[in-house]
């Protein structure tokens, strides 16, 4: 065997030792070509560039992995041949195993639990890698010996070497072909200089390649190692490479040339978001003092930290990174979508699920509809008032759910958005229930593949990710090579299983800045600085987990009774291999070692345990044993000092800094989430004035946004939407500029609400006055009072069966009294119209106003002209050319007489102007009012157009104020007990609003101006 081991402390002394030698076999051999094998591409791309940057010697040399090696070497003996399985091909191996009669009775009872076949995988995995082979583990299977020790182990065995079998008739994998290299490689030779660095381990197969390799060719390892604790997992490889005649030359003397950073720091932080928050500071430091650029930093994400966190701080940072593909289908909105669709055609379907899918899924329904409305959250509220939850067939639920609404359209009780709404969701909840019943029976890959190819084209937009997404179908419909037809469930399963071992995070299309690894991803590579967050016990050393179908004492019983030799990696030894890696890393910083920990758990405030990994670091930078030292610092979150004050503990400590310095302590919290919420209650409880965190637009960008939306509206209002501004700014800015709605749960409704009253009682009167006038009973008060009643009774029960049969009703009981108040309601009022002597007769119902119904109606204030829109209850002509505009109410009736109440009672005007335009007659004519409606009889407040000289200005000066505070973007919280009794909205409300805005309101004349226009001054209010 030809080849030598160079050994020598990780970092700068072993890396300077492969340049030499590289140099050296260049010199010696001119041209030769030279591989170099390392455990990553990325490994790969650093030392070209270290060696172009030392040496400039390229020429002929190969960067490769063991893939590539592997590839280059059997495409010498039979070129273009390799190709490989399908994604995941080895799920569909073991599921065939495991659904066929060849599963042995130790693994039966266990098989159909989940995650069996992917922790059976893992074994495989181990099994292959320790040189395992197939044939192997079928004469092991048969071994008497082994069946007396474990039967198990034995059936293992067994299952494996079938599993073994269907891969290589499949065409081989990678574990396949590392065998046939060598074999290659023994038969052939091998006349290229090999070259590996970075490992301090092979399995066994690898080192069978290695092996061969170095039989028949040349070939140099490096290998971190040294006498010292830390670096003895490599010992193990020291030993192998010794017994096998590897020559071995030590770089350095032992004890260990001292090597590694400068300065070594270790900092305890209050939680791992103030952590990475420092790393960030120290990061824009650097490289702002020009010392060292963002690439020669490195930061390496120990096991179970979080990815996210640090990529959302750099993003906000501005700090450019590189973060190796995480596979977070997090990130894509598609990929979520697509894996919450499987949910659906695989399993019931149920409401929660469907709404999730349709709310968070990118679903396109562009095209199909020309309004800007949000269709998806118009039937997820019209769907859960009608209650819909699927149990008589989701397509049937939404077809009757379509009729109800459009009949509620004719009635003018519904939009023609809702309609569109229902329609569109329909069609796409038909396509998923359409292709329930095609994934119902078995199939082959490719047309599961190419159905839902189909299926998601018609349901998403054509993006990237939805490229990926088809390209990962394609490669599954590869798997009919392995087995005929497959059920739906397995098909769903792969196909998850791809999608999420895909990459789809956006920001790791990156490739310069900090790369952000793993220690295994950092293995070998150097860096001027390096940062290694999280140094808690859970994180440094990971949890260690026997395999549970393999124990490490079934590993060694193996390794005993093998009549080859095999060599198994063990569960125990990675404790030692992360001490390794651990060290290698620090003595990777050429300049810089930053260390931290967090003290407690973000969220929970749970302390965290310092990772005893942490002693090496002080062992290794003790003073006196090196030129530097480790600097430990306790950073509790601020730069300022607490004088004379000897805390108990951490968190004593943090709350008497808040407590001694109010502005240390704030400034000692940086959590974006923290220091926005702190920033909102210092500007809503210190500030004396009314700021952006009172919803008072500040911002160039939130004016133009509030004036577009009126520009968008052609500056048309309804009367109830400046009545709402007038009752409480906020509440316009929810419902009206945000579109924010209260729903409530059908099956949580115990009566119908306030609202649902009125509505039923106008639809009662609609079709009550409708149906009279057609009989020739109106006016009531010539027709028989015999008949009026009868006709009345009859439409009201009807009315009332209908409702109850479209909308949420609640309990039962409850709803038997709701009925009972609406009749006698509803006949109370018939009665006194009956009673009623005037002339004035019904001619119009529910009659609808404004520019989108051919009838614009403008009013010109004392600034601009603006536009109504709006629907009359109920318009009564008589003689003299009079007529008189009726609004009912259910409620109570708390205006005066030709009074607007602060801008809060505009109906009446506004609708004597929209009747006004309908009937082309003029205001002056006409007469407007509020008409109670309950069983206790009827009373009303009028608006009369003879006086609308005066009104007119009383009106326009309203309405100039309610419309300059929503141009200028006043949505404050107006404080009005009696309103918020009642508000839906009132949960997005502060506490103690009264004391609040009373006190802001005297430095702001818009409110002064409010105030005033509700009747009230300022001292008052406070």
């Not at 302390?607 to 930078?621: A, G, P, Y």
Request: glycine share 8%.
């Amino acid at each position: 065997m030809y080849g030598k081991v160079i050994t020598g402390r990780g970092g700068s002394l072993l890396e300077k030792k492969f340049i030499e030698k590289i140099v050296k076999i260049r010199a010696e051999e001119g041209p030769a070509r030279i591989d170099i094998l390392t455990g990553s591409n990325q490994l790969g791309e650093y030392l070209k560039r270290r060696l172009a940057e030392e040496s400039q010697i390229l020429f002929n040399i190969d960067f490769i992995t063991f893939p590539d090696l592997i590839k280059k070497i059997i495409d010498r003996s039979r070129p273009g041949s390799l190709v490989s399985l399908p994604p995941f091909a080895w799920k569909v191996i073991i599921e065939g195993i495991i659904s066929s009669s060849v599963i042995p009775e130790s693994f039966r009872s266990i098989a159909d639990t989940g995650g069996f076949s992917s922790a059976l995988s893992r074994t495989f995995t181990d099994l292959a890698e320790s040189g395992i082979s197939g044939s192997l583990a079928a004469e092991l299977s048969e071994d008497q010996s082994l069946k007396r020790r474990s039967r198990r182990v034995a059936d293992l065995l067994s299952v494996y070497s079938k599993f073994r079998e269907r891969i290589e008739e499949a065409g081989g994998d990678m574990h396949s072909w590392f065998s046939e290299a060598a074999d290659i490689v023994d038969r052939n030779g091998y006349d290229t200089v090999t070259v590996a660095y970075g490992f301090y381990d092979f399995n066994q197969e690898q080192w069978n390649l290695i092996s061969s390799i170095a039989r028949q060719g040349r070939i140099l390892l490096f290998v971190p190692f040294c006498d010292e604790e830390q670096y003895s997992f490599a010992g193990r490889l020291i030993d192998r490479s010794s017994g096998s005649g590897l020559e071995i030359e030590r770089a350095a003397e032992t004890p260990c040339a001292k090597t590694g950073p400068i300065d070594a720091g270790l900092l305890s932080m209050r939680n791992d978001e103030e952590e990475y928050r420092e790393i960030a500071r120290k990061i824009i430091s650097f490289a702002g003092s020009g010392d060292y650029r963002f690439d020669e930093m490195e930061i390496i994400l120990l096991p179970g930290t979080d990815k996210n966190l640090i990529a959302d701080i750099f993003d906000e940072a501005e700090i450019p990174f590189y973060l190796k593909d995480s596979h977070d289908t997090g990130s894509s909105s598609i990929a979520r979508g697509v894996l919450s669709l499987i949910g659906l055609l695989n399993g019931r379907i149920r409401r929660t699920d469907l709404v999730e899918f349709f709310s968070s899924a990118p679903v396109d329904i562009s095209g199909r509809i020309g309004c800007g409305t949000d269709l998806i959250a118009v039937w997820i509220r019209k769907s859960a008032e009608a209650g819909m939850t699927g149990e008589g067939g989701w397509v049937d639920e939404n077809r009757i759910l379509l009729e109800k609404i459009s009949n509620a359209v004719k009635r003018g009780m519904e939009s023609e958005e809702a309609v569109s709404a229902v329609k569109v969701v329909g069609e796409l909840i038909e396509k998923i229930v359409t292709a329930r019943g095609y994934y119902s029976l078995s199939s082959t890959w490719s047309d599961f593949a190419g159905h839902f190819s189909s299926l998601i084209s018609g349901i998403f937009p054509d993006t990237e990710d939805m490229l990926k997404i088809s390209l990962i179908l394609e490669s599954l419909a590869g798997l009919d090579r392995l087995s005929g037809k497959v059920p739906a469930g397995l098909f769903f399963s792969i196909l998850r299983d791809t999608i999420d071992s895909a990459a789809f995070r956006s920001s790791n299309k990156r490739k310069r800045g900090i790369p952000v690894l793993s220690p295994g991803e950092a293995r070998g590579l150097r860096a001027k600085v390096i940062f290694i967050p999280s140094l808690t016990e859970g994180s440094i050393p990971g949890k260690i987990r026997q395999d549970p179908f393999l124990k490490d004492s079934d590993r060694t019983m193996l390794e005993e009774i093998a009549p080859r030799e095999i060599l198994f990696s063990k569960k125990s030894e990675r404790i030692d291999e992360q001490i390794l890696l651990f060290s290698m890393i620090c003595d990777s910083a050429s300049d810089k070692l930053v260390c931290s920990r967090p003290r407690t758990e973000s969220g929970t405030g749970r302390d965290k345990i310092e990772s005893s990994f942490v002693r090496f670091l002080r062992e290794r930078f003790a003073e006196g044993s090196d030129p530097s030292s480790l600097l430990e610092m306790r950073i509790p979150g601020t730069v300022r000092s607490i004088d004379e004050i000897e805390p108990l503990s951490e968190n004593e400590f943090d709350m008497i800094l808040l407590a001694s310095d109010r502005a240390a302590g704030i400034e000692a919290i940086s959590n974006r989430f923290f220091s926005r919420g702190r920033l909102l209650s210092s500007e809503r409880w210190q500030a004396d004035r009314l700021t952006p965190y009172d919803a008072v637009f500040r911002s160039s960008e939130a004016l133009s946004e509030s004036k577009k939306v009126l520009e968008e509206k052609n500056w048309s209002f309804s009367a109830t939407s400046l009545e709402c501004w007038a009752r409480c700014p906020y509440l316009y800015f929810l419902e009206n500029m945000l579109g924010v709605r209260s729903v409530s749960e059908p099956e949580r409704i115990l009566t119908i609400d306030r609202t649902e009253r009125g509505r039923l009682v106008h639809s009662l009167l609609e079709d009550l006055f409708r149906r009279l006038g057609e009989e020739g009973y109106i006016p009531l008060s010539r027709a028989s009072r015999k008949q009026i009643l009868k006709s009345a009774s009859l439409t009201i029960e009807k009315i009332l069966n209908r409702y109850q049969e479209e909308q949420p009703v609640g309990l039962a009981a409850f709803w038997e009294m709701e009925k009972e108040w609406a009749r006698k309601a509803v006949i109370r009022y018939v009665e006194g119209e009956m009673e009623n002597e005037d002339d004035m007769k019904p001619e119009r119902f529910e009659e609808y106003f404004g520019e989108n119904y051919g009838s614009p109606v403008s009013f010109r204030t004392k600034l601009r002209e603006i536009f109504f829109h709006g629907r009359i209850d109920r318009i009564d002509r008589g003689g003299n050319d009079r007529f008189r505009v009726v609004d009912y109410k259910t409620g109570g009736l708390k205006g005066k007489d030709d009074d607007i109440a602060g801008g809060t009672f505009l109906q009446l005007p506004v609708y004597l102007l929209g009747a006004a335009e309908l009937l082309g007659m003029t205001v002056e004519s006409g007469t407007a009012l509020y008409q109670q409606i309950t069983p206790e009889g009827r009373a009303s407040v009028t608006f009369s157009g003879i006086n609308w000289k005066e009104n007119r200005d009383v009106l326009s000066d309203a309405l100039d104020l309610i419309i300059s505070g929503i141009e200028k973007g006043y949505f404050f919280i107006y404080p009005d007990r009696k309103v918020c009794r009642y508000c839906e909205m009132k949960e997005a409300c502060p506490s103690a609003r009264e004391t609040l805005f009373s006190r802001k309101s005297k430095n702001n004349q818009l409110w002064k101006d409010f105030l005033a226009l509700r009747g009230r001054d300022v001292d008052e209010d406070a």
